[in-house]
T-cell receptor, first 110, second 121 residues
Framework: GNSVTQMEGPVTLSEEAFLTINCTYT??????LFWYVQYPGEGLQLLLK???ADDKGSNKGFEATYRKETTSFHLEKGSVQVSDSAVYFC?????????WGLGTSLAVNP | GAVVSQHPSWVICKSGTSVKIECRSL??????MFWYRQFPKQSLMLMAT?????????EQGVEKDKFLINHASLTLSTLTVTSAHPEDSSFYIC?????????????????FGPGTRLTVL
């Protein structure tokens, strides 16, 4: 079946540290891949997306590359800020339905 | 653009009562809306797909008679939790897909409402 696996959190980093949140997927067909972010007390927001293999999504300093050969879509940021503290969800879209990872909580300390 | 609102943002009710949650796309039309449920520290669980002008499609294990969905217009879908019980307490989130069926939104991006916190006493 279709599924998304994310690294478990919580992740705690110091400001300006490098961030990687791993995400792998299994899917029949050719899904689009997404990273969503949920800041404390707010709704889900699309962070970035990639619709086909080798596409790189980027936004707010975050990047993720759609790797078909490893079925991965790892999220990275070179230098995190306190304001990046949130829960990050990896998701795939097939046939208009989103299938979600469990979410990874990130806390960035000053 | 692409703003989705939910009302109410939180609600507390007594066991046995029914609660209605509204999901509105404010600046676009959406033939398809989705309803999710999010448990603490867990992922979103898709409950149902709401299609304007037709019956909702429920995911396996979701009771359609308990969670009534009505998508009466291109900008409004409602979720009614009937005869609510404490185990129904959760965070309910809706999303909407801009565009009409067969339209140009080929990657089917969903836009999310801020969620509704339901507490059943």
């Amino acid at each position: 079946g279709n599924s998304v696996t994310q690294m478990e959190g919580p992740v705690t980093l110091s400001e300006e540290a490098f961030l990687t949140i791993n995400c792998t997927y299994t899917a029949t067909g050719y899904p689009s891949l997404f990273w969503y972010v949920q800041y404390p007390g707010e709704g889900l927001q699309l962070l970035l997306k990639a619709t086909k293999a080798d596409d790189k999504g980027s936004n707010k300093g975050f990047e993720a590359t759609y790797r078909k050969e490893t079925t991965s879509f790892h999220l990275e940021k070179g230098s995190v800020q306190v304001s990046d503290s949130a829960v990050y969800f990896c998701a795939l879209n097939l046939n208009r339905k989103l299938i979600w990872g469990l979410g990874t909580s990130l806390a960035v300390n000053p | 653009g692409a703003v989705v609102s939910q009302h109410p943002s939180w609600v507390i009710c007594k066991s046995g009562t029914s609660v209605k949650i509204e999901c509105r796309s404010l600046d676009f039309q959406a033939t398809t809306m989705f309803w999710y449920r999010q448990f603490p520290k867990q992922s979103l669980m898709l409950m149902a797909t709401s299609n304007e002008g037709s019956k909702a499609t429920y995911e396996q294990g979701v009771e359609k008679d308990k969670f009534l969905i009505n998508h009466a217009s291109l900008t409004l879908s409602t979720l009614t939790v009937t005869s609510a019980h404490p185990e129904d307490s959760s965070f309910y989130i809706c999303s909407a897909v801009p565009g009409l069926a067969g339209g140009p939104n080929s990657y089917n991006e969903q836009f999310f409402g801020p969620g509704t916190r339901l507490t059943v006493l």
